[in-house]
């Protein structure tokens, strides 16, 4: 088992430069409390890493099944106060209310989102913007000792009592769920067909039913697997800030995954971790400068010439530039070699893959 990992690492890793970057780049957030113990740098970073489970679970709900969804922040509203719900009433603790906040949020949102899921993408989407509103205004009137009011549930105990112990919670919860969403959604996948029908489904959902495919039932999956994980960056976002808000609800929250995982490439997983890690950290870093006035309108042009120039997202972009997929064996090379590593197919005519 060992040596087969080792040589699965060594032929389908190492040689593929999208996937030897984002090894160096999660070893280096790993080690990034050992480089520097600024305690903001690690704030952000940790945050960071709640975001990316938030915005990776809208591109698989989204990006992959197509079920475009612009209220996104029920599910991590749903999260977040179940967690604190579940602590300030029955007195559970962190490791037991994050999974169960999670598990909340997908019964929820999968019950309020079943009846649109027959409904046309665009009427989908805005049936999905008006579940979170819905459901804010709701919990705003409930009584003050049930769920807060308009402060929201405050006094909900923190992850760790250290920001390193917070950060590398947060990162392993975040690099184990990217591993899972990304096996959820591959194509190419030996064991699990959810990702081809994903695909099936968000190309051409008539053609998909015609075929055999019970398109409804991979819909509410492709529901249920968003919900859980963006409840799940919910209720660890509680308590990391001790605290669960109204304001989860917003319609910003959800669009700001929207806009994280277009800027890095829809329907790619690492995408949404360049977007996240990109727009906002540097948007955090520009409120510390002098011109942190004009940081808003900064990145909205930053991510208009994105639009433009690289429809597709920065981080396919990238990947095109250095990755060249074989046209016989279909093998992922690196994009200035002449010849395929396996089957040496010439690759000097083949766009990027």
Not at 43 to 72: C, E, K, P, R
Not at 189 to 196: D, F, N, P
Not at 243 to 258: D, G, K, L, R
Request: with cysteine; charged share 15%.
């Amino acid at each position: 088992m060992v040596r087969r990992l080792l040589n699965d690492f060594r032929w389908g890793v190492l040689p593929v430069p999208g996937r030897s970057l984002a090894i160096a780049f999660f070893v280096f957030l790993f080690m990034l409390p050992l480089i520097t113990d600024s305690a903001y740098t690690l704030l952000l970073t940790t945050m960071a890493a709640i975001y990316v489970i938030f915005a990776v679970s809208w591109d698989v709900l989204s990006g992959y099944s197509g079920q475009v969804n612009f209220g996104h922040a029920l599910f991590f509203g749903m999260g977040a106060y179940g967690a604190a719900l579940l602590h300030t009433h029955l007195g559970l603790q962190p490791w037991a209310t994050i999974p169960l906040g999670a598990l909340i949020a997908t019964v929820v949102g999968v019950a309020t989102c079943f009846p649109a899921l027959r409904l046309r993408p665009p009427y989908l989407s805005l049936l999905t913007l008006a579940f979170p509103i819905i459901l804010e205004r709701i919990i705003r009137s409930l009584p003050k000792a049930l769920a807060g009011g308009d402060l929201g549930i405050r006094g909900i105990p923190r992850l760790a009592s250290s920001s390193v112990d917070s950060y590398y919670i947060c990162l392993i919860v975040m690099t184990v769920s990217v591993l899972i969403m990304w096996k959820l959604t591959d194509a190419k996948s030996k064991y699990v067909r959810a990702g081809l029908i994903f695909h099936a489904i968000r190309e051409d959902e008539i053609t998909a039913r015609a075929t055999g495919i019970n398109t409804i039932r991979y819909k509410i999956l492709a529901f249920v697997i968003g919900g859980f994980f963006a409840g799940l960056a919910g209720a660890l976002f509680a308590h990391f800030r001790g605290m669960a808000s109204p304001a989860y609800f917003s319609v910003f929250t959800s669009f700001q995954a929207i806009i994280w995982v277009v800027f890095g490439g829809i329907a790619s997983i690492y995408g949404p971790v360049v977007g996240v890690y990109t727009i906002y950290v540097l948007l955090d870093y520009l409120r510390l400068t002098p011109i942190s006035e004009y940081r808003i309108l900064i990145m909205t042009g930053v991510i208009i010439l994105i639009l433009l120039f690289m429809p597709e997202g920065v981080a396919v972009w990238i990947r095109d530039k250095i990755e060249r997929q074989c046209p016989r064996c279909k093998l992922t090379n690196v994009a200035w070699r002449r010849e395929c590593r396996a089957c040496g197919a010439s690759l000097r005519y083949v766009s990027g893959g």
